[in-house]
């Protein structure tokens, strides 16, 4: 059986019904995603498995065991919070040691176990300081720690670097994922940022209304999304009507879109001779350099097609240039 289990979870605030049966399993020592745009209900399941909210019905499963009506203090789990709140008056050291204080553990060994893990996310030098006195990611890696020492059974992280910019961002994605792996840790992390829950997950669930839109490992979930809505939110993926696309390429689908990423898309000033492809005409209307590639949008009869080159000046196409398209049959996504 797997670690943690949601079983047909509802949750309701009144009439407004945030949760809608989900169902969801995840394996011990894996870092989970909980992916999805603002208010799609990502905070609230968390809260559900920390026993901060109550649920409408359905059932919570952990390590084996029903938690559903547990205490939250019963239940080990450890939070970190975009507002990680640390004591103010407390140095850092006497915060991460704070949840071990609670549990009456003896001094020598939350003073070896505080000591250790600051070791893990970096701070052995800042045991001493408050939390005023740290900068530049120091206070995340303290609620981190903070969180990790009383040896949770599930780490649950809510949107902890939505607040940091992005460079400091990335390091601190790539640091929490090695730690998570380092020390096995089940984690659940949310974020509405598709490529944060690229880097840093064994498993996304993308989340939309109240509901699981798709579970799938995150090269998945970028090649193969489910649905529209999927495609929608990862990646950058160009969505024609089936109509549209049979206008395009003559080819008459069974389904209502037809989804493909603007890098399976080929470009070519004579017509491509590629097989297993369908192939039509556009003209250049515009570009726009996005870091290492260039993004073309193209017009093709009453259809906007982007298309994705990687920014060689040897591939420079101008506005207004007529060009032709191909794209290999098996990355259309039908929806
Ligand atoms: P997310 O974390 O994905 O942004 P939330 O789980 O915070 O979304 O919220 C989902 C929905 O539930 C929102 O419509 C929000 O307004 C509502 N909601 C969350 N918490 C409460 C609450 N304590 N009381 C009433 N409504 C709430
Ligand atoms: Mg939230």
Redesign the pocket.
């Known amino acids: 059986m797997s670690y943690i289990r949601f079983e047909h979870l509802y949750k309701s605030f009144g009439q407004n019904e945030v949760l809608k049966d989900i169902n969801l399993e995840i394996e011990q020592g894996q870092l989970v995603t909980l992916l999805g745009p603002?208010g799609c209900g990502?905070?609230t399941l968390l809260r559900c498995l920390a026993g901060l909210e109550a649920v409408t019905a359905g059932k919570v499963y952990l390590d084996g065991a029903d938690i559903t009506n547990v205490n939250p203090k019963d239940r080990d789990v450890g939070m970190v919070f975009q507002q990680y709140s640390l004591f103010p008056n407390l140095n850092v050291a006497q915060n991460v040691a704070f949840g071990l204080k609670m549990k009456k553990v003896p001094k020598e060994e939350t003073d070896r176990r505080v000591s250790e893990i600051l070791r893990v996310v970096g701070l052995s030098d800042k045991a001493g300081q408050y939390p005023s006195q740290l900068s530049g990611g120091q206070p995340q890696r303290a609620a981190l720690a903070r969180a990790i020492v009383i040896q949770p059974k599930v780490l649950l992280l809510?949107?902890p670097l939505s607040a940091i910019d992005a460079l400091l961002r990335r390091s601190l994605q790539i640091e929490i994922r090695k730690i998570q792996k380092d020390l096995g840790m089940t984690a659940i992390f949310?974020t509405h940022d598709q490529d944060e829950a690229m880097v840093m997950s064994d498993v996304i669930h993308l989340m939309h209304q109240g509901i699981i839109e798709q579970s799938a490992n995150p090269t998945e979930m970028y090649t193969r999304p489910a649905t529209k809505f999927a495609a929608t939110f990862i990646g950058h993926y160009n969505i024609l009507s089936a109509a549209e696309f049979g206008t395009l390429t003559g080819e008459k689908l069974d389904c209502q879109d037809v989804a493909f990423r603007p890098e399976a898309v080929e470009i070519t000033l004579q017509p491509s001779q590629r097989e297993n492809c369908y192939h039509w005409k556009g003209v250049i209307d515009d570009s726009l350099p996005h870091g290492n590639i260039l993004r073309y949008a193209v017009r093709c009869g009453g259809t906007q097609v982007d298309v994705d080159v990687l920014f060689r000046t040897s591939m420079m196409f101008d506005h207004g240039q007529e060009i032709y398209m191909s794209i290999k049959k098996e990355n259309c996504i039908q929806l």
């Open positions: 603002s990502k905070s809510d949107e949310v």
